[in-house]
C-alpha cells in the first residue's frame, strides 16, 4: 500500500496487525458479512479471484481529509451558490436519469495494477459533468491526470503511488485535462489513453493478462500526446473546468448530484469491501486496507436503507457490474468527508 508520505507512518503503525499476502478472497470473511447484517451480500469476487491482500492495497491510492490535516488538500465551497434553495429528488441516478448520457456515465473504466483511484474518480466526474453541462461525449484522460497532476500544485500527489482526488479538481480548473480513456481505445481518436491494460493476479484464464507482480510505475508527464496518430497538440487538446469546490454534507452532495452530475469523493476500504457483490455496503468485519477514491453517481433507498450509488474502478467485473452501493447519512468509513467537484 502506497500512498501519502504521512499515511505511510501509519502504515508501518498497523503492519504488523495485517497479513498482506492472505488471499483477498476468504471464505471466513464472505460468511461473516452474510451471516451478520442483510443489507448487502457478499462473495467471491471474479475480479479478484485468486488476489491477495497486497494486490488490492496497490489500488488504493487516496489520501482521505481524517488524516492530518497537512496533507488534505481543502477546496473551500462553491461560490456564489447557496445549496438547499431548490427541492432535490428523494433518488437519483447519473447513469439513466441524464438523457444522452447514459452511455458515457453508464461506461465502468479499469485502474488496472496502479494506485489512480484519485485519478479515476476526479477524472470521471469531469467528464460526466461534461456530458451532463453540454452533450460532450468525448472521453478524458486519466493518464493525464495520473501522470501531470503533481508536485505542490496537486497536494503532492505521486501518480501510481497515490494522491488526491480533490487537488486534481483544482488542477482540471487551473490546467485542463486532454482528451483519453480506456487502454483500448481507437488510434488516433484521443491524446492519451490509459497506458495500462486491464489484468488479473495469479489466474489461469484467458480473458486477463497477468498483472505486474509490483504494480506500474507513474507515466511520465511529457506534455505531449501518446498516441502519435492523434492530430491535436496536447496544449491544444486540454479542456478547463470553470472552478472546484468541496461539499461538506448530504444533502449538499444530492444538490450536487441532481443538478449537475457525479462528484468525487473517498473512503476508507477495509477487507470485506472487495468482497461486495450487491445491496447497501457497511463496514461488517475486517480490517483498514486504505483509502480509495471513486465517483458517486447517484443516491436512493433500498428497503428502508439509504444509500450513495456509486462508480469504481475496478472493471464492470467487480460488484454489481462495477457499481457499488454504500449507506448515506452516517460517513459511513468516511464517505461523506472527501468530497469534491467543479462546475465545468
Ligand atoms: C474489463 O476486463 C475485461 C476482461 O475481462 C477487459 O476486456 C476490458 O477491457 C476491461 N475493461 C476496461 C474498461 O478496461
Ligand atoms: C486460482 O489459482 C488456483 C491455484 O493456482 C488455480 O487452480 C485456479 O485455476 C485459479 N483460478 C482462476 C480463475 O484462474
Known sequence: MKFSLVSLFALVASASALDTSAPLMREEIINK????????????????????????????????????????FDLGPREGHTYGLTAVPDSFDSTTDFPGCEDLIGHVRDQSSCGSCWAFGSTEAFNDRRCVAYGDKQWYAAEDTLAC????????????????????????????????????????????PYPFEACAHHVDSDTYPDCPSDEYSTPKCTKECIDGDFKTAYADDKVKAKSSFTIRNE????????????ITAAFTVYEDFPTYTSGVYQHTTGKSLGGHAIEIVGYGEEDGTKYWKVKNSWNDSWGDGGYFKILRGSNECGIEGTVSAGLV
Open 33 to 72: 458479512v452474510n451471516s451478520a447484517q442483510s443489507t448487502w451480500v457478499a462473495g467471491v469476487s471474479p475480479r479478484f479471484v485468486n488476489a491477495t491482500v497486497a494486490n488490492v492495497q496497490v489500488l488504493l491510492g487516496a489520501v482521505l481529509s481524517h488524516e492530518p490535516a497537512s496533507t488534505h
Open 149 to 192: 497532476c503533481s508536485g505542490i500544485r496537486c497536494g503532492l500527489s505521486m501518480g501510481c503511488n497515490g494522491g488526491q482526488p480533490t487537488s486534481a479538481w483544482a488542477w482540471f480548473a487551473s490546467t485542463g485535462v486532454t482528451s483519453g480513456g480506456d487502454y483500448d481505445v481507437e488510434k488516433g481518436s484521443t491524446c492519451n
Open 251 to 262: 444533502a449538499d452532495m444530492m444538490e450536487e448530484i441532481s443538478t449537475n452530475g457525479p
